[in-house]
């Protein structure tokens, strides 16, 4: 398995990138209504992501037709905006990627549209947590299997299953690079702790838990694109870009910096 260490100056493409991305969920987050179509939200995205010099990384991608994933409720990821209209109550995750420089940021959220129920909003609020303690993990001299032992001991400790077959991924000049990033220890998808490959300064990294309210079990809408929870329990999804570091990784799918 390869996998690329970036330089500084790559690095720094990397989290103009991750701006980008970051400005955009957060336009997003800021515009997204009951009434609204979601292909609305993807006119938004695409038209802001031109404005700041970039352009959406997953447009045409293996063939995807836009240039934001909107899942609603019971969706996971990969849901493709369209007529479907937000409702009142309705959980929403937004899973965004800009290119800027021959380098890319991907970044998710889940929001809260109107008024949830309780079991919505501490289910986006662990998943946010369990994005948090992942990229916690993520360190050099760490392994990776680290960092998906961690991800699936706090999410599994609260009560929520989490997606297998689905996982995060090396990131950079391509959207997807090596090492694939499983969110649990799970045979044949997960890694345990202490195994996988080792962590090291300059890796940069797409971390992205998808927590489900009930079964791990998924099933792909007839669209061959919408990954949905098969028992149509809620899901949530959050994600960050990172760049590894001897201490703290560097989050660089934010808008600000310290």
Known sequence: MGIDIKSDKEIDNMRQAGRIVATILEILTERITAGMKTKELDTIAEREVVKMGAEPSFKHYNGYPASLC??????????????????????????????????????????????????????????????????????????????????????????????????????????????????????????????????????????????????WQVRVADNHWTVMTADGSLSAHFEHTIAVDDKEAEILTRVSYD
Request: aromatic share 6%; net charge neutral; charged share 20%.
């Open 70 to 215: 909107v899942s609603i409720n019971d969706e996971i990821v990969h849901g493709i905006p369209g007529d479907r209209v937000i409702r009142d109550g309705d959980i929403v995750s937004l899973d965004f990627g800009a290119k800027y420089n021959g380098f890319h940021g991907d970044s998710a959220v889940t929001v809260a549209v109107g008024k949830i129920k309780p079991e919505a909003k501490r289910l986006i609020d662990t998943t946010r947590d369990t994005l948090n303690v992942g990229i916690q993990a993520a360190r050099a001299g760490a392994k990776l299997g680290d960092v998906s032992a961690a991800i699936q001991t706090y999410a599994e400790s609260q009560g929520y299953s989490l997606v297998r077959e689905y996982t995060g991924h090396g990131i950079g000049r391509k959207m997807h690079e090596d090492p694939p990033i499983p969110n649990t220890t799970y045979a044949p998808y997960g890694l345990n702790r202490g195994t996988g490959p080792v962590l090291k300064k300059g890796m940069t990294l797409a971390v992205e838990p998808m927590l489900i309210t009930g079964g």
